[in-house]
């Protein structure tokens, strides 16, 4: 496959090579399905196991979901969490219509019907999609609240989101075109293999199973709405490769590896390549959260602008004790 030509700021650029003629999916989305993290088929993937959840009605139509994944314990009482690769979830809430402060009102009241269906547990741990403003809902329950933070990069031209970035970042990718191509023809399971190959070999056992990889990429891809990115040497290494999901209203960078010997470039042009894609889609383009600096520092570069992610947590003491109990026995061990 040819190389990638990249744009200067004053032409748009041609499209990836092999890239699939864009097709707007920005819309209005489903209040009860408001992120592709709560569509039943993601839920099914990412938890095979089952998930549940729980529903609040209005004169006997459905008005509030709010999944989640139970995993049993004997000590402390049951854990209410998200399934992994559900980066967030939280209430899917329909207020109607109506002034803004009477959704508002009717928003809290769906959250605090939600939270008394829930079943009996000694943890609870959601982090809130986009389409919450605020959980004080959940403060009021009695949860601790907790924001993270995440960069946004907004549907734009091609030329524009190129001269929004760093200079150094376009250069990094500029360097990246001459060295890689691109391609989206990886298949779920060879990107499997790569993701857990390359974490596995960076001293610490991968996070994430290669079949687990392999399912969830599969899924959205069956459901066209994924996209796994390579970036490949002239001679076919696969150098780094990247995996995004999108919904009605943003792509999520949801999974990234590189090979210990590539160059931080490839991600980059990977990068660049996958919010060129949402934004021909009308899709704003999530990074997925600012865990550590470094990070910080690398998505800063391709411009976006920050936006909260509120957390609500609540623990019991039975559960708190139960958690400390394994740690201070491997201590003593």
Same mark, same amino acid.
């Given at each position: ?21 864009a097709?707007r ?7 009860? &399905?408001?992120?592709v993290?709560?569509e ?8 095979p ?6 529903? !609040? ?7 509030g979901?709010?999944?989640?994944? =139970? ?7 049951? !854990? ?14 329909? !207020? ?15 959250i605090?019907d939600?939270?008394a ?5 000694? &943890?609870?741990?959601?982090?809130? &999609? ?7 809902a ?10 993270q933070?995440?960069?946004e ?29 691109? +391609?989206?023809?990886?298949s ?17 056992p991968?996070?994430y ?5 392999a ?14 990115l390579?970036? =490949? ?12 999901i ?15 010997g ?16 949402? !934004? ?11 865990? +550590? ?6 998505? +800063? ?32 061990t």
């Amino acid at each position: 496959m040819p190389p990638v030509p990249l744009p200067d700021p004053e032409r748009v650029p041609p499209p990836v090579a092999k890239e699939k003629p864009a097709r707007r999916d920005a819309g209005t989305p489903d209040p009860l &399905h408001p992120t592709v993290f709560h569509e039943p088929w993601w839920l099914d993937a990412a938890a095979p196991n089952g998930w549940h959840e729980v529903t !609040a009605t209005t004169n006997g139509r459905i008005t509030g979901r709010l999944p989640y994944l =139970l995993r049993p314990s004997r000590l402390g009482g049951a !854990a209410l969490t998200m399934p992994d690769y559900c980066h967030f979830l939280g209430p899917a809430i329909d !207020a109607g219509n109506g002034a803004p402060t009477n959704r508002a009102l009717r928003r809290d009241q769906i959250i605090r019907d939600l939270i008394a269906a829930l079943p009996p547990h000694g &943890h609870f741990t959601q982090r809130m &999609h986009r389409g919450l403003p605020d959980i004080m809902a959940f403060s009021e329950a009695g949860f601790q609240t907790f924001v993270q933070f995440t960069y946004e990069i907004a549907p734009d031209r091609p030329e524009s989101l190129w001269s929004a970035m760093r200079d150094k970042t376009r250069n990094t990718i500029r360097r990246a075109e001459d060295r890689y191509s691109v +391609t989206d023809s990886l298949s779920p399971t060879d990107f499997a293999a790569f993701y857990t190959a390359n974490a596995n070999a960076s001293g610490a056992p991968s996070y994430y199973r290669a079949a687990d990889i392999a399912r969830v990429t599969a899924a959205a891809l069956s459901h066209d709405r994924g996209r796994i990115l390579a970036a =490949l040497t002239p001679q076919g290494a696969i150098s780094a490769a990247i995996f995004c999901i999108w919904d009605a209203t943003a792509c999520y960078y949801l999974l990234s590896m590189r090979d210990r010997g590539a160059e931080n470039g490839a991600t980059g042009l990977l990068l660049w390549q996958a919010i060129r894609h949402a !934004a021909a889609r009308g899709l704003i383009f999530d990074f997925d959260g600012l865990l +550590t600096r470094g990070n910080r520092v690398f998505f +800063t570069g391709f411009g976006g602008t920050v936006h909260p992610r509120y957390i609500a947590k609540r623990q019991t003491l039975a559960s708190r004790i139960a958690t400390r109990i394994p740690s201070r026995l491997r201590r003593l061990t």
